[in-house]
């Protein structure tokens, strides 16, 4: 029983971030490009994550690029050349259209990218991929893993567990 305690007390502690649990939920795209991250090209509509691919080809940049969104994962694909300009921002922003996903938490490189974003970028609501200079050929892809903060109610329950399981010891 101590070693379940320390472990549900260790859990709560150390438990930062968590899956994105972005399927089934509403996401927006937009294109980026001007000077900073919120200088929109073009939306690129919003659309229910699922399986399979979410946005495919982005007229706003006359490339072939599409855009998958799993749970935990984003994946950009470039499926001819895309050359992007050295404008301060020249990339991607998603959005939790509904506001039903948790906070992001992070957003990073997965070993599985052909090649890496310039810059990468999260708020509460908002991912932002920035590929300013880059070109990329057929068959590269970006994919990067998702993160979220996690629903207090499920941390205050993490933690009740852990009370409950030391306060039982101690009896």
């Not at 691919?53 to 950009?76: F, H, K, R």
């Not at 300009?85 to 922003?93: I, P, Q, S």
């Not at 590929?131 to 903060?149: C, E, I, N, P």
């Amino acid at each position: 029983m101590k070693k379940v305690a320390i472990s549900l007390v260790m859990a709560a502690l150390f438990a930062g971030a968590s899956n994105a649990q972005m399927m089934g939920q509403s996401m927006d795209l937009d294109t980026i490009f001007g000077a900073n991250r919120d200088s929109v090209l073009n939306n690129q509509g919003v659309v229910v994550v699922g399986n399979g691919i979410e946005w495919n080809g982005l007229p706003a940049y006359s490339m072939d690029i599409t855009v998958d969104v799993s749970d935990t994962q984003v994946t950009v694909a470039i499926n001819g050349t895309a050359n992007f300009t050295a404008n301060g921002w020249n990339g991607l922003r998603l959005s939790d259209a509904g506001g039903t996903i948790p906070a992001f938490a992070s957003l990073t490189h997965n070993a599985a990218s052909t090649f890496n974003a310039v810059a990468l970028e999260w708020t509460n609501d908002f991912l932002y991929i920035n590929f300013q200079g880059l070109s990329q050929g057929a068959g590269d892809r970006l994919v990067l893993d998702v993160s979220v903060v996690p629903a207090p109610g499920s941390m205050a329950l993490l933690g009740a567990g852990g009370l409950v399981a030391v306060r039982r010891r101690r009896r």
